[in-house]
Every structure is written in C-alpha cells, then in structure tokens.
C-alpha cells in the first residue's frame, strides 16, 4: 500500500522544498560516514530491501568465471519466470527452505509475504516489538523536523530518517556485537572515515543529527557510485555492492536490483549445492568472527557441534600451527546435520534478508496510523562553548620552616557541568540534547558549540 511514496526516483538535490511553518533552525552539521549498511527499493515495484554483509569472500570449490556462468544462465531462465507468489508463511526459512526441490529463489513477493507476517505479529502483540516500535517512533517525532531537514538537504528521501527505528530503535547509544552503535549504527573506522569524533569524551555517532547527517551523506555516495538510488541503498549494510557492481562492468550489464537478488541468490545455492554434494566434506574459509573467542577451531566446533580436536585432527593441524583468516580448512559433514550447517552458513543472509521486510512492516504500520502519536517536536538552540580558568598547584615553595604552594592558572574548555552551572540549565536537560557527549566533567575540547531546548 502507497509504497509508490518511497520510490525515489530523482537525484540528489531534487527533493520538495519543506514547509515554511518549522519549530526552530536545524543544527549544521558537517560530519560524514563511511560504508556501514544496507537498505535497497525494489526495482520492479514497491519493496525496499536491506542487503547482506556476509560472504564477501568467494565460494569454495567455484572460480569467479565459474560463478558469473552460472548467474548468466540462471539470470536468462529466470527471464521467462517472472517471480514467485509466496503464500503465507510462518517463517523465512519457509522461503529458504535447504530441502526446497529445485533452487532457492527469495522474489520480491517473498518479501511482501514476511513483511506481512512481521506485521501480523506485530499487531498481534500488547508488548515486545510492537512495544518498543511505538517507544521509537514516539520518541522520534521530538527530532523529526531536524531529521527531514537535514536528509533534505542532503537529497536523500525523508522517509529514510527511519531506518533508525529497525536499526536502534532510535536509541542513541543501542551497540551491536560488531561495535555499531548510535541510532543509525555506524562501527567505529566507518564514522572516522566520514569525519565523526569518536574519543573518551565524545561520540559523534550517538548524536541523532550528526549520525542522520551521515547516513544521508552515505546513501548519497552510494548513488553517486552506483547510479541506482535501489543499489546504493543495498550498499548501506554489506559489502557485496562492490562485488556486484564490479562484476556487472566486467559483464557490460547495467546493474539493477532484480539482477542484484539474482546475484546474492546465486550464492545461497552454491552453499546449499556444496553441502549436499559433498557427503562427507565441505571447505570451510575462516573469518575474523572466528579468531574472537582466540581459537578459531573451538568457535567452528561451536558452530558445527563437531569437536575441535577431531577438526584440528582431519585438517592435520599440529599444536601450535597458526591459522589465518581467511584460510580454508576441513569440515566433516553428515546428513544429520546438513541442515544446521546450510543455516549456519547463511545466518547472515537470512538475518539481512529479513531486515527489509521489518522496514517495510514499520513504515506501513506508520502510514496505517498504528505506530501511535508522536513527541512534539523540540526547539534546539546552541550554546556556544566557554573557557574555564582553573588554579592548579603544581608545587611547593619553602620560605624558612613555612611552605607555600605554587599556583598556575590553566585555562581549558568548559565541559557540560561547567555549562549547566554557567547557564542555570538542568544538567540533565543538557545530557538529553547531546546524547555525544560521554563524560559531563571533561572538557570539550574542540567543540564549538552544543545544544539545548
């Protein structure tokens, strides 16, 4: 329903002008992000997606020439197909399904048809997600204006400032088990690469408009490198954009998102085809997650139920050979646990997969009017930032039997204590309109100014 309204189809710079009638000046902001997630439209109709950042490396046992053959092949039948109508289902897996007969296909109807079960449930909940949904966009409806203002300006589609609802709840210091924090979740080398501080004292990424500032700015760069507002969205989560995009300049096709779900399918059942060809093996790469823990065999054992001693013993790895990321070992395989592995191996697809779905059951239930009422909105002023003089004793004068101390005068920038004792605003207020700032006594160097309401 009216997902024609988020089908953004002009470039940067030529969304409306915004009404005349505002709470108050947006913030200026000047910080930017680097690649960090991914959302993409559909580009057959009304479905926005958010793509995956697992498996960048290649599939085992298949060459790079070997996989864009099989995608062409794949990509010329499916011409003919047109797409899957997905009933109703009570799970993703019910789409990508390790037993389904013939190859897994996840089609945009796939997507409808979760996105209307995530809804179901939704409603069919008093707490929960519908719960912290409602909280969320609640709460946004006090940064609103700024937050439209800014993906105005940036020329981005407004409708995007809610991405913070599926990816924080729109909770400013919400982390993720991969260090992504703040509202739009940027890890910590992506919002340095964009400009964002992040220190001790200061962590730009939980700000809501210096973090919306920077989302926007990405899907904008994403646009700029991939030309399609659907693609560059798929790039704000994963890495395989750049995969894709490279392979689709080597092929001489225009990329587009229906060849991009092509793409990302094509590796779900190579996995899938890899495990059940092989009764007995299969290649397994090993990423960085799996030297966390410091023994990268005890985290595949964890994955795979198999013992760590049996994996160190079939790849003949002897005490205290180093294994690397990215190196390639053996692992056992059974009929009994085909499946875990298929599921084990793809979490990160489906997890992505599922992402757009959840979008989409988000802004439909806003535009249904079931998300609830929203906070008015704030009116933001800044504070510039002052100087504070301090006596400081660094040491000590003896006058006959009598000491004294020498005293230095240290100036420094104020910190938000400072502030609050300088203006008379609660400090609490002034936590709540910098949610940046991490430590309230330490000077804020390098800050001209903060906000207030």
Same mark, same amino acid.
């Not at 047109?82 to 037993?99: A, K, P, Q, R």
């Not at 395989?240 to 001489?252: D, G, H, P």
């Given at each position: 329903m009216g997902w024609e309204k988020f089908l953004y189809q002009g470039r940067p710079g030529n969304e409306p002008q915004?009404?005349?009638?505002?709470?108050?000046?947006?913030?200026?902001?000047?910080?930017?992000?680097?690649?960090?997630g991914g959302i993409a439209f559909a580009a057959a109709g009304t479905t926005l997606f958010k793509l995956v950042d697992y498996f960048t490396s290649h599939d085992p046992q298949l060459s790079q020439t070997a996989a864009r053959t099989e995608q062409k092949k794949t990509r010329d039948r499916y011409q003919?197909?047109?797409?899957?109508? /997905?009933?109703?289902? &009570? @799970?993703?897996?019910?789409?990508?399904?390790? =037993?389904?007969?013939? *190859?897994?296909r996840f089609s945009m109807d796939s997507v409808i048809a979760i996105k209307d079960l995530y809804k179901k449930r939704f409603l069919a909940e008093k707490g929960g997600r519908m719960k912290s949904f409602k909280q969320a966009y609640c709460e946004m409806g006090r940064w609103k204006y700024y937050l439209e203002e800014i993906f105005r300006?940036?020329?981005?589609?407004?409708?995007?400032?809610?991405?913070?609802?599926?990816?924080?709840?729109? /909770?400013?210091?919400? &982390? @993720?088990?991969?260090?992504?924090?703040?509202? =739009?979740?940027?890890? *910590?080398?992506?919002?340095?690469?964009y400009g964002l501080t992040i220190n001790n004292v200061i962590d730009e990424r939980n700000d809501p408009l210096k973090s919306a500032r920077a989302c926007a700015r990405l899907l904008k760069d994403l646009y700029k490198a991939s030309g399609d507002w659907n693609l560059s969205l798929a790039g704000y989560n994963g890495g395989?954009?750049?995969?894709?995009?490279?392979?689709?300049?080597?092929?001489?096709i225009k990329p587009s998102y229906a060849d991009f779900c092509l793409f990302l399918t094509t590796k779900i059942n190579r996995v899938r085809n890899e495990i059940m060809d092989n009764n007995k093996f299969y290649r397994y790469e090993l990423t960085s997650q799996d030297f966390v823990s410091g023994d990268p065999l005890k985290s595949v054992g964890k994955k795979t139920g198999i013992d760590h001693r049996f994996l160190a013993k079939v790849n003949n790895l002897k005490?205290?050979?180093k294994l690397q990321p990215g190196?390639?070992?053996?692992?056992?395989?059974?009929?009994?646990?085909?499946?875990?592995?298929?599921?084990?191996?793809i979490r990160g697809f489906i997890e992505n997969l599922q992402y757009p779905a959840l979008f989409m059951a988000t802004t439909e239930l806003i535009q249904e009017g079931k998300a609830g009422a929203q906070k008015e909105p704030l009116k933001l002023t800044g504070i510039k930032i002052g100087k504070k003089i301090e006596q400081v004793k660094v040491g000590e004068k003896k006058k006959g039997k009598k000491k004294s101390h020498v005293v230095k005068k240290v100036v420094r920038d104020e910190s938000l204590y400072d502030i609050s004792k300088r203006t008379g605003i609660n400090l609490t207020r002034l936590m709540e309109a910098n949610p940046s700032i991490k430590n309230v006594h330490a000077s804020l160097s390098g800050v001209e100014f903060i906000h207030t309401y």
């Open positions: 915004r009404s005349e009638h505002t709470p108050g000046d947006p913030s200026r902001m000047s910080r930017r992000d680097f690649i960090k003919y197909l047109g797409t899957d109508h /997905e009933e109703e289902i &009570s @799970s993703i897996l019910d789409v990508i399904n390790f =037993y389904k007969e013939g *190859p897994i300006q940036e020329g981005v589609p407004v409708q995007f400032i809610y991405l913070a609802i599926p990816e924080s709840r729109f /909770e400013f210091r919400a &982390s @993720s088990p991969k260090a992504a924090q703040g509202p =739009y979740q940027f890890i *910590p080398k992506t919002g340095r690469s395989f954009i750049w995969e894709y995009l490279k392979q689709s300049k080597q092929e001489n005490p205290g050979m190196q390639k070992i053996r692992v056992p395989t059974s009929n009994d646990w085909n499946e875990k592995t298929f599921h084990d191996r």
